[in-house]
């Protein structure tokens, strides 16, 4: 395994610290689990740096890649909204995108075609990963239009999660008509 692979799965690992950190009673465990979000965040940058400058990418690196992404991402927005600093509706969406895409990965897997992560897809993870980081932080003076910044952030990653998704399904709608 290489190590742009070795880093995303290190990404998969740190999901059950970031979640152990946010459920403990110690001292300070939403910032060290944000800071372990940021630990996690940090290696998506660096796999997908070092995979293309050191000609690395492989079908289990575009695979594992974005999974780990979606899980780590995906488990901070569920505690969000458990504890009510993000809108179920805002997470119901990023879900829904990621089952449709995941399908599609699927259906072209069985195509031997191996989707890879769009820029569009890399934005809309960067700005999920924002929006995670500031809502765990919570800064109270971080308010526009009356609304938490964090908010906006996430707004704003929903959005760019419904137009790559609609951008993968329109890319791929020859794996889904050729089922």
Known sequence: MNLPNKLSMLRIFLIPVFLLLLYSNIQYAVELATL???????????????????NLITDFGKFIDPLADKMLV???FIYLVGVGRIPDWMVIIIIGREFAVSGLRILAANQRVVIA???????????QMIAVILALLEWPDLVFLGQQVYWWIA?????????????????????????
């Open 36 to 54: 372990v979000f940021i630990l996690g965040a940090v290696t998506d940058i660096l796999d997908g740096h070092i995979a293309r400058s050191r």
């Open 74 to 76: 995906l488990s901070a």
């Open 117 to 127: 992560a769009s820029k569009m897809g890399k934005f809309k993870t960067q700005s």
């Open 155 to 179: 707004l704003l990653a929903v959005i760019l999660t419904i137009v790559s998704g609609v951008d993968y399904l329109w890319k791929g709608k020859k794996h889904i008509s050729e089922c």
